[in-house]
């Protein structure tokens, strides 16, 4: 009994001394002081702790259920959100910053900045290929250019700005640009438009009071004639005395300038000249995801996005069209949604493919059959950019596609030329891989021959028919592009 209640005591008396070591460790702590903390395997009971349904799951797992909660809340039968992606890749919707042009962005700010500050007149001229963000860099400048001119303390400019495509005549700018300046005020009888805009721009003023002008004229190509008098009477406006004009000029045409005006040098009127250059593949897949940062689901499917964009700047770098790309794709998208149909090949291969393939189809989660897909992708692209050699090859038997395809792979990992033989073990060996009945041999050679003579193939002469050379005489990328929206060729050709 003795040793029982000895060691009740013990026990009681350790448990009273880690208290008091808590306790005191606690007090020499110092309110926000770090610098002597307490070891991270002592305990402190009752001390509050976060509840487990307030913590943030730590684990990539969960992390990526949340995420994927996220995507699965897109749903393309909902009208709202159809018109919310359509919104987005329009080309009235104005992103709030200009990327891929931050170059040529500084150059034109600078020009404009120079002019206000030191009260100069100016002209510039900004071309390049469609589609290359030239309208809107420009829309982003007037805005700036008030913007910094507030900032540093200075009249902010007045801005005008003249389509040339609604004028009926070129003589009519003169007018339009009027209008902006005066309102509806009509030309006098005894002057020209032309003459009483000269009088508006030339007015003397004080220094101080003096506010320039930035006139942007777009789509400047219009105002081309005969004698280009309108397109001279434009560059002369900032050179004319007391002039407060600077004279922003955009057209596709880079030869404008040097090729219809090369009297603009003798006149002292050149302008500074900017060109912009078409968008890469890099460039428009970047701004295709600025584009759809907004929306709160994952619209597209990453490879969707980079065909697109690999296709448009291969084509003609033009963003406008990458932009009615995308939307086309997700009207297909929206069209399968509604009918309750999934296309998930533009031709429906799995069904009409009995020759002897076995092939399990390629399974789609939920997920992915509600995004836009890399079969929509392509649908859309061959729209846009219909090829008669593209139309061709995908008009083409089964067989003869197979024919293509094999030569492709062929020339990819060897020389530009074989034998008929040798395209024949290819083509053998394409249906081995893909379970598929082969035909025979003067077939074969039959299809080369229908292939030679829609120019997709060359077929060269010789005695024996296994001997012929055959060369591709159609783009790899044509061949590619033909028959990546069919899910069998496009693993085939990876």
């Not at 910094?148 to 007045?158: D, I, Q, S, Y």
């Not at 003459?195 to 003397?204: A, G, T, Y």
């Not at 004698?227 to 057209?251: E, K, W």
């Not at 997920?367 to 692209?381: C, F, P, Y």
Request: glycine content about 4%; charged content about 25%; overall charge positive.
């Amino acid at each position: 009994m003795e040793r029982a209640d000895a060691k009740i005591t013990l026990g009681s008396e350790r448990k009273g001394h880690k208290r008091k070591l808590a306790e005191t460790s606690l007090e020499t702590l110092a309110p926000g002081d770090n610098s002597s903390p307490l070891p991270q395997d002592v305990e402190i009971q009752g001390a509050c702790r976060e509840p487990d349904a307030l913590r943030t799951p730590k684990s990539p797992r969960k992390k990526a259920n949340n995420l994927s909660n996220q995507i699965q809340k897109w749903n393309p039968k909902d009208s709202s959100q159809i018109l919310a992606v359509k919104a987005a890749l329009h080309l009235s919707a104005v992103p709030t910053t200009v990327i891929c042009r931050e170059e040529e962005l500084k150059k034109v700010l600078e020009f404009c900045k120079m002019c206000i500050e030191k009260k100069k007149v100016g002209s510039m001229y900004v071309c390049g290929c469609p589609g290359t963000g030239k309208s809107l860099l420009l829309e982003k400048v007037k805005f700036l250019s008030i913007e910094w001119a507030k900032e540093v303390g200075m009249p902010p400019p007045t801005s005008v700005v003249v389509n040339c495509t609604s004028l009926t005549n070129t003589s009519d700018i003169f007018s339009k640009i009027l209008e902006q300046c005066q309102g509806k005020k009509k030309c006098s009888v005894n002057s020209s438009p032309f003459q009483e805009l000269k009088s508006f721009l030339c007015e003397k003023k004080q220094s101080s009071a003096k506010k320039m002008m930035l006139l942007i004229i777009d789509e400047m190509d219009y105002l081309i004639s005969k004698d280009q008098a309108v397109l001279y009477d434009l560059f002369r406006l900032p050179t004319f005395p007391n002039s407060h004009c600077m004279l922003i000029g955009i057209s596709n045409a880079i030869d404008l300038t040097d090729r219809f005006l090369p009297k603009l040098q003798s006149l002292n009127c050149k302008p500074l000249v900017m060109t912009f250059r078409a968008y890469s593949k890099d460039q428009i897949l970047k701004i295709l995801q600025q584009r759809l940062m907004g929306l709160p689901c994952q619209i597209f499917q990453p490879e969707a996005l980079e065909l697109c964009a690999r296709k448009v700047a291969a084509a003609s770098g033009d963003m406008r069209k990458a932009l009615h790309v995308c939307r086309g794709a997700v009207e297909m998208l929206e069209a399968e949604s509604t009918s309750g149909i999934h296309e998930l090949d533009n031709i429906s291969y799995e069904k009409s493919m009995i020759n002897g393939l076995n092939l399990p189809p390629e399974r789609l989660t939920k997920q992915e059959i509600n995004m836009v897909r890399i079969d929509h992708m392509a649908r859309a692209l061959a729209k846009t950019f219909r090829s008669a050699v593209v139309d061709t090859i995908q008009s083409l038997p089964r067989h003869q596609q197979i024919v293509l395809c094999s030569a492709v792979k062929f020339f990819r990992r060897r020389k530009k030329e074989a034998t008929l033989g040798e395209l024949n073990a290819a083509y053998l060996d394409f249906c081995k891989t893909t379970s598929m009945y082969p035909l025979t041999g003067p077939e074969f050679s039959s299809m080369c021959r229908v292939l030679s003579d829609q120019a997709l193939l060359n077929l060269g002469q010789s005695r024996e028919d296994r001997l012929r050379r055959v060369t591709l005489r159609v783009d790899e990328g044509d061949v590619n592009f033909a028959l990546q929206g069919i899910r069998f060729f496009r693993n085939c050709l990876q």
